[in-house]
């Protein structure tokens, strides 16, 4: 078994990003290799040149993207941990199977309509043709499982495509189907000022989100300060119906401490937000603090970082290597 997953390098990551993808990251680690598996993880750096990112910028956050994984508990003596850039064999393979898939497949990826909008005459080649590349992201380690969100099922639905047709195409069974990794449901975490709008570090309002790199009394000024509602917790779920605020805090507070929302509301049924938001605080403290500052070390060495993404790319060199030359070969480009 062997799970593979890309994240593109974007900088101050908050509450919503770790709890979304990078402590799911963590647990999906613990539980495979538990299982006799292999994880490999990768910053999608080429990936993130699909629209505009100044050069500095990507450098940055390329490493700090690295260093915040690994003070989450990314292991990269655990884990293969390394940037997309390293390994070569992404982007060739990429172009090779440029030549499997078809516009019409294409054409029906539903992320690039909505990320191009109404400009799609102006987009990228690379945003259009950025589902291919993750489909050679996966296939080049004949990945058996890759983890999705619902945003990302057509793009692997396009790459067991691709794999298939190839596989067809050439008449042999070379690359591997990978199959959908459905880990713990990663929690939706909203503004803290606005629970109808998800947490984003382009919301202007400083108050809005929690950052990894906050320190203890900002991450308890912002729950202090976070909206809410007169009302007492309930003892349900169903009585939070239509408390935004209320609702993401109780979710927050689930998904930090590794519990049911349903049980958190057990215990503070009945209690204001006087009681909870306190008790919330100190969690979040409890649980961002050691990793804010081991975050922080990391990145006291940046150039040790990039050397702990070397290490990895050699690793990922190792698997793609051959498994390029194999499709080379197969389509009589290796002589």
Request: charge should be negative; aromatic fraction near 6%; avoid cysteine.
């Amino acid at each position: 078994m062997r799970v593979v997953s890309g994240i593109k390098p974007t900088g101050n990551l908050h509450l919503g990003n770790y709890l979304g993808a990078v402590k799911q990251w963590v647990a999906m680690q613990d539980d495979i290799q538990a299982q006799g598996g292999e994880t490999m993880y990768f910053i999608a750096d080429l990936h993130g040149l699909t629209e505009w990112i100044a050069p500095e910028a990507m450098a940055a956050n390329t490493i700090e993207m690295t260093a915040t994984l690994i003070a989450a508990g990314i292991d990269p003596e655990r884990s293969i941990l390394f940037n997309q850039t390293r390994v070569p064999q992404h982007s060739e393979l990429g172009w090779l199977l440029n030549n499997v898939a078809r516009v019409g497949w294409l054409n029906r990826m539903t992320q690039f309509k909505d990320k191009a909008g109404k400009n799609r005459e102006g987009a990228s080649v690379g945003l259009y043709d950025y589902p291919v590349l993750m489909a050679a992201d996966v296939l080049l380690y004949n990945a058996t499982h890759v983890p999705v969100g619902e945003d990302q099922k057509q793009h692997l639905e396009l790459a067991r495509d691709i794999a298939t047709k190839f596989n067809n195409d050439y008449g042999r069974e070379l690359f591997t189907l990978p199959e959908p990794f459905i880990s713990k449901a990663a929690p939706r975490i909203m503004s803290l000022r606005d629970g109808s709008a998800k947490m984003s570090k382009s919301n202007p309002s400083e108050m809005s989100l929690v950052k990894l790199i906050d320190s203890d009394d900002q991450i308890a000024e912002k729950f202090r300060k976070a909206k809410t509602d007169a009302d007492v917790l309930p003892d349900t779920m169903e009585g939070l119906e239509g408390r935004a605020e209320a609702r993401n805090l109780i979710t927050i507070f689930a998904a930090l401490a590794d519990r049911a929302p349903a049980d958190v509301l057990t215990q503070f049924a009945g209690q204001g937000f006087g009681a909870f938001k306190p008790e919330l605080a100190d969690l979040a403290v409890a649980t961002l603090g050691p990793i804010r500052e081991r975050l922080t070390r990391l990145l006291d060495d940046r150039g040790e970082v990039g050397r702990i993404l070397e290490r990895g790319a050699e690793k990922a060199r190792d698997l793609a290597a051959p498994m390029l030359l194999d499709v080379q070969r197969t389509m009589g480009l290796q002589i």
